[in-house]
């Protein structure tokens, strides 16, 4: 994927992460949660800096943007690392909402 061009291709993105996770729980055991972040924290959508302020610019960050405030998160090293930090907390949420919306660990 090029970029994330909307918030239809970040549900899509969410999607295929959660249900990565509820299958690897399966298949080997883990966190859910833990799998969630790290797939987020590792997405060329929160690493690569041009994806990042891409899916800043073309998706709802509001969620994610409140988090970050709510934990603190006021000062970054640069307009790069907020965007990719932003971006990885969307995707964060965004796969968490469907894992929800999948059923969450009942599913799994």
């Known amino acids: 994927?090029?970029?994330?061009?909307?918030?239809?291709?970040?549900?899509?993105?969410?999607?295929?992460?959660?249900?990565?996770?509820?299958?690897?729980?399966?298949n080997h055991g883990g966190?859910?949660?833990?799998?969630?972040?790290?797939?987020a924290a590792n997405s060329e959508h929160a690493i690569y800096?041009?994806?990042?302020?891409?899916?800043?610019a073309h998706c709802c960050t509001a969620d994610a943007e409140a988090?970050?405030?709510?934990?603190?998160?006021?000062r970054f090293d640069s307009f790069a690392h907020h965007a990719s930090v932003l971006a990885e907390v969307t995707i964060q949420n965004a796969a968490l909402q469907?894992?929800?919306?999948?059923?969450?660990e009942v599913a799994a």
């Open 1 to 26: 994927m090029e970029y994330i061009k909307n918030d239809y291709e970040l549900k899509q993105l969410a999607l295929d992460i959660a249900l990565n996770a509820i299958e690897e729980v399966k």
């Open 31 to 39: 966190d859910h949660y833990e799998l969630i972040d790290q797939a």
């Open 49 to 56: 800096t041009y994806k990042a302020i891409m899916l800043c």
């Open 67 to 74: 988090m970050l405030d709510d934990n603190g998160c006021e």
């Open 98 to 104: 469907e894992f929800y919306e999948l059923g969450g």
